[in-house]
């Protein structure tokens, strides 16, 4: 029985840098098929257009989309949850109240409450801001899954501290948050997923290198934290690999016995 390697996306297997996929992550990808389940587990939803080229490039057999809240499964949706539409309604009052950036995107639309806050850290990141921003009211009654914050840490802890039901991980940058209820994450969407392939947790692998990569890290029979990541995440870990730009995803694979090592 194949068991799980799981993959966070995001400064994982695509490095921002370059926003290309090392070609030594998309090799130990290809040793691995044939043992192993190839998993995605992001924050992202991967069926969307500015994500689905990295879906089609890794070709996972599975999918854990947006913290858990999708899971597909050869392209079959076998699970899939909303947001209540007054938790939606209640964060963009507060985002709007608070001077916070909060919202969603849809890989070509951005809808957040002051977009301008968006744009000062794109700056602040990559030096420029090329945003398609709506109206996040306008599209109240959209299906949404999770929800994001994009800023500084301290607006990360002031969603935590009115919003008791939602957890906050920061981004690797600690210039953003997904925001995602409490009993969703990509964890709970990974046991899911177990769960239907007949496959135990506690043989998998996942790799990550965000704070909403600790659960499922901890959960698995072996959690490896990139070299980029936090030091949090990385003290949860049980194996702390190179830095994304040093091909850490390969590295991993060879020190743990997952793939042999070139001749």
Do not use: Q
């Not at 194996?239 to 730009?245: C, L, M, R």
């Amino acid at each position: 029985m194949k068991s799980i390697i799981s993959f966070d996306l995001d400064m994982t297997l695509l490095n921002h840098a370059t926003m290309t996929i090392p070609d030594s992550a998309l090799l130990a990808i290809d040793k691995l098929r044939e043992n192993y389940y190839i998993v995605l587990g992001t924050a992202r939803d991967m069926d969307t257009p500015g994500s689905s080229v990295y879906r089609d490039l890794i070709r996972p057999d599975a999918i854990v989309h947006n913290d858990g809240t999708k899971i597909t499964v050869g392209g079959e949706l076998i699970y899939e949850t909303f947001m209540p539409k007054d938790l939606v309604k209640r964060l963009l009052t507060f985002g709007e109240k608070e001077n916070l950036a909060v919202g969603w995107l849809t890989g070509t639309e951005d809808y957040f409450t002051h977009p301008e806050c968006v744009t000062e850290i794109d700056i602040l990141r990559w030096g420029e801001s090329r945003r398609n921003f709506l109206n996040p009211w306008d599209a109240l009654d959209a299906p949404i899954r999770t929800m994001l914050y994009v800023g500084r840490p301290e607006g990360a802890e002031k969603i935590a501290e009115a919003f008791p039901e939602l957890d906050c991980p920061l981004i690797a940058s600690r210039l953003g948050a997904d925001l995602m209820e409490k009993e969703k994450s990509k964890a709970v969407g990974l046991k899911r997923l177990c769960d239907y392939l007949g496959v135990d947790i506690r043989k998998c692998y996942a790799f990550g290198d965000s704070m909403n990569d600790y659960a499922i890290l901890k959960e698995v029979g072996c959690g490896v934290a990139m070299g980029n990541a936090p030091e949090e995440l990385k003290a949860a870990a049980d194996y702390v690999t190179a830095d994304i730009a040093d091909d850490g995803v390969y590295k991993a694979c060879i020190a743990l016995g997952l793939i042999a090592a070139d001749e």
